[in-house]
């Protein structure tokens, strides 16, 4: 229970979708700048509702921290998304529009988001956001945690970043953030059953760490410009531009993880003298020798290429017919 | 230093030991993803003039990733280890009491690491292998001596062993690996150096066996070029380790039910190859392959 009388951080939101009858109704939607939440007029499906995550100004600037609690109790679907990339700008010394002095005075560095999620007995979560996109020098950390109340409990999450500002003038940035980490932590009946900590961090630029404050980019005076920074991280990601994961778990799903299952039992690899524009991999969840779950990651030379595979993936899973046309067609529209 | 290796010429035998490639702990069947990579075409990405380039960078690649994921994992439990004694004390009831709880958390970690591998070939390679080093340690390394001559590390290593085949514990690489590395009583920085050292020379024997480099060349760059890639992912990831799981408990105090989260363990295990990851998990679906993972 939220006191009535404590004041939300910035950046914070909380929410609690219930079920009423045939609806699924909010019951707390409340936010601070610099998130922003917005529930649509209109009803999609039975026993569903749709919020959508925004932050002002379309991205967030180092220091920024947004903090989510969602709780989805019994009987409800809550579809959670995005409007347009997810974009972290660089990281700006002595500039932060919501930032909180850390306990040692300094100013934070990292964009962080931590998204807490409670899925009750028999309620559903799907988590549709667009890609994180961190522009040249960002360094974002990303937590998720989902505790899903049973095995009745569903949840689909889809956890996907690109390479950078590609169509940027002047040739793009490429794979040129400082760091990126995004954690997904799946919990059922309070015991941990995944735990995804994805860490791309550039180990030759000095600001890497989120400790440290000031650049440590040596002066120079030579007139000459020096050569492309190239990233640590960039031979563990090329050739590639975008990357996914699709985590899910509950028996809702069991038409999605039957058919990722299945596409991918029935693929027989080659040998390729060249990668391919796209490459994804499925790999079950089991709980007692039986499939709860599964996850499926995916690469492809563009944010695009990446997108038509999730959409179709998720449309041949039956997640259309959960979600309802209307809805589906908003979700990927961006 | 303490145990088997009580002076510095005995820990140097167990190291010669451990590192002969006639150990049977079943590593030759595993690749770490390398016959995947070469079979996806990607040995020639990545700017590598030649096959032995290739095979260099995918080396720098998976141990980067090895240490940065299991490394974290190896040195907690192996500290478990190390943190009992190394003898038996007169009591063998006041022996196995000091396992217990060194063993709750061993299990735990073996489960911390199941739920932070996501990805089935993976899974598999890294059980059969520590399940394999724990055989090895009850039928070749641990000292023969009767039940109640049993230290407490050896002790441990018995009741993982059970546990795996009770079905209660999964017996994961770096678990087993620290299990039997520390009833020989190795030390914390020797193990970590030897759990990354056989990842590299099991990947160029590896290579070698898939025809991607001669056997002299392989040994050329175990000598000349592994050598500083182990240091610098040892030098980077020496010093991590896994965070305990605390239960969630709810209503405890006037937190609120997302506070109780511990939150990022940034000097935690991560996975740093994302690619790697896809590539490894497609093993089972190459049309011809000598290796299991």
């Not at chain 1, 630029?205 to 000459?224: H, I, L, N, V």
């Not at chain 1, 995916?298 to 959409?311: I, L």
Request: aromatic residues 8%; glycine residues 8%; negative net charge.
């Amino acid at each position: 229970m939220l006191l009535p009388t404590r004041r939300l951080a910035p950046g914070e939101g909380v929410v609690k979708l219930a079920r009423a009858g045939q609806q699924a109704v909010f019951e707390t939607v409340k936010f601070s700048y610099p998130l922003k939440l917005i529930v649509p007029k209109r009803h999609f499906m039975d026993g569903l509702n749709v919020l959508y995550m925004i932050s002002y100004g379309g991205g967030l600037v180092a220091g920024d921290q947004v903090v989510m609690h969602v709780e989805v109790e019994k009987g409800a679907t809550l579809v959670l998304l995005t409007q347009g990339s997810t974009k972290v700008f660089k990281t700006r010394p002595g500039r932060f529009l919501t930032a909180t002095p850390l306990p040692d005075g300094t100013l934070p560095t990292t964009t962080r988001q931590l998204l807490h999620i409670k899925i009750h007995p028999s309620s559903t979560l799907i988590l549709l956001p667009s890609p994180v996109t961190c522009f040249s020098k960002a360094n974002y950390a990303q937590r998720q945690t989902f505790d899903l109340g049973d095995e009745t409990s569903n949840l689909l999450l889809l956890d996907w970043y690109t390479s950078g500002r590609m169509g940027m003038k002047g040739g793009g940035e490429e794979w040129d953030f400082t760091r990126y980490r995004s954690e997904n932590e799946v919990r059922v009946a309070g015991r941990r059953v995944a735990k995804d900590v994805l860490l791309l961090e550039d180990e030759d630029r000095g600001d890497a760490s989120p400790a440290s404050s000031a650049s440590s980019t040596p002066p120079t005076d030579s007139s000459a410009s020096p050569p492309p920074h190239r990233t640590s991280y960039l031979p563990r990601v090329a050739p590639y531009s975008s990357y996914c994961t699709l985590l899910i778990r509950g028996s809702l799903f069991t038409p999605l993880l039957q058919h990722l299952s299945t596409s991918f039992t029935s693929i027989t690899q080659y040998k390729q003298t060249n990668p391919y524009s796209l490459v994804w991999s499925f790999s079950p969840l089991e709980k007692g020798g039986e499939e709860v779950g599964g996850i499926a990651r995916c690469a492809g030379d563009s944010t695009e290429s990446v997108k038509r595979w999730v959409q179709e993936v998720l449309k041949e899973g039956g997640i259309e017919k959960i979600v309802g046309e209307d809805l589906w067609k908003n979700a990927f529209s961006s | 230093m303490e145990g088997l290796a009580g002076s510095g010429s005995l820990e140097q035998y167990l190291l010669l030991l451990l590192s002969d490639s006639n150990l049977p702990t079943g590593g030759f069947i595993a690749s770490s993803g390398l016959e995947s990579y070469i079979q996806h075409g990607l040995l020639a990405s990545d700017g590598a003039e030649n096959k032995a380039q290739g095979v260099l960078h995918f080396l720098r690649k998976s141990l980067h990733a090895y240490a940065r994921l299991s490394l974290p994992f190896l040195s907690s439990a192996h500290l478990l280890l190390l943190a009992l004694p190394a003898t038996s004390s007169d009591d063998a009831g006041d022996d196995l009491s000091a396992t217990q709880n060194a063993f709750t958390r061993l299990l735990q970690l073996d489960h911390q690491f199941e739920t932070m591998s996501l990805n089935h070939i993976a899974r598999r390679a890294s059980t059969a292998q520590g399940v394999a080093l724990l055989t090895l340690y009850e039928r070749a390394l641990a000292p023969e001596v009767e039940a109640e001559g049993k230290g407490p590390r050896q002790l441990l290593v018995e009741r993982l062993r059970k546990a795996v085949r009770a079905g209660e514990a999964l017996g994961h690489l770096p678990v087993g690996f620290a299990a039997m590395a520390g009833a020989c009583g190795l030390t914390l920085a020797s193990t970590q150096h030897l759990f990354l050292f056989l990842h590299a020379r099991s990947l160029l024997s590896s290579a070698v066996r898939l025809n991607t480099l001669g056997p002299y060349l392989a040994h050329r760059q175990l000598l000349h070029d592994v050598r500083p890639l182990v240091e610098e992912a040892l030098a980077s990831c020496k010093d991590l380790r896994v965070a305990e799981e605390k239960p969630v408990e709810e209503g405890l105090g006037r937190k609120e039910w997302w506070e109780v989260d511990e939150g990022e363990d940034e000097e935690g295990p991560a996975t740093t190859w994302p690619l790697g990851e896809i590539l490894a998990a497609r093993h089972d679906q190459l049309h011809s392959k000598i290796f299991n993972s």
